[in-house]
C-alpha cells in the first residue's frame, strides 16, 4: 500500500516576499556629469545589478571644456561608457547628453524636460541623484529638477560628494557592500583615464576603501556606501500609478 505524502507548508511571507520580487526593480542613476555616479554610487550600483534589477544610467555632461590636453573630447564619453561596462550596466542601459559643464544654471529648463523625458522612457522605481546639500553648481541643478520631475513617481536618494558639501547631510539610507563590490568599483574608476591624470583623490583605491570603511562602520559592516533619504515610496503590490 503506497504510503500518503507528507504535506509541507509555506509560511505566507515568503509567498509575499517572493511575489515583490517577481518584478525586478528599475534604477534610475542620473549622474550631473558621467563620471559623478560611479565615483558615488558604485559599489551599490554593482550590488543592485547583482541582485537582478536593472540600472539606467544618464550622464548629463561630458564636459569637454575639462578635458586635460592630450585626450580627444570625448574621452570622457568613452570612459564612461567602458567604466559602467565594467560595473555590469547594460550599454544600451547608458544615456549620455551633452549639457556644457558648469553652465547647467543656464539650461535649467531644458535639464528638467530631459529628466521628465527619462521617467516617461524609463519609467523607474528609484533614483539617486546629487544630495540636496551638494553646492556645485551643476550639482545643485539637477537636485532640483530631479526633485520636481521625479517626487511623485519614484523613490528618491542622494549620494554626497564629501568636499561639495559645507555641513554633511542626513545620510540615512545605507548599502552593505562586500570585498567584491569594492573590487568592481575600484575597477570602474581605473577607466576614467583623463580624470586620474588630475591627480584627484577620490579616485584612488585608498580613498575609494577608507569612505566604504567608514560608512560600514556606522552600521556595524566593514564596507557601505550612504546616501540621503529624499523620497521613499512604498507602494501597493501591482499598483499601476499615474505616469503623467
Known sequence: M???RKKYFVPLKIFAHASRRMKSLRVLTISPHTDDAIITTGGTISR???????????????????????FPPDAVEKEC???????????????????????????????LDTI?????????D?????????????????????????????????YDFPWNNL????????YQLEERHIRKKVKALGCLKSQIVKKACYLTEEYVRSLAIERGNRIGTRYAEAFEV????????NEEISRC
Open 230 to 237: 529624499i523620497r521613499d515610496i512604498r507602494r501597493k503590490l
Open 126 to 158: 528609484m533614483a539617486f541623484i546629487p544630495a540636496t546639500t551638494d553646492i556645485h553648481q551643476d550639482h545643485e541643478v539637477v537636485n532640483r529638477e530631479s526633485i520636481r520631475a521625479l517626487s511623485r513617481h519614484c523613490s528618491i536618494y542622494g
Open 167 to 174: 555641513n554633511e547631510g542626513k545620510l540615512d539610507l545605507f
Open 116 to 124: 521628465i523625458n527619462f521617467r516617461k522612457k524609463i519609467k523607474p
Open 48 to 70: 543592485i545589478l547583482e541582485e537582478g534589477d536593472e540600472i539606467f544610467y544618464v550622464g548629463l555632461s561630458i564636459a569637454e571644456e575639462s578635458v586635460p590636453k592630450g
Open 2 to 4: 503506497e504510503k500518503p
Open 81 to 111: 561608457r567602458l567604466s559602467t561596462k565594467v560595473l555590469g550596466i547594460d550599454p544600451k542601459n547608458v544615456y549620455i547628453e551633452r549639457f556644457p559643464v558648469r553652465r547647467f544654471p543656464v539650461h535649467r529648463q531644458k535639464i
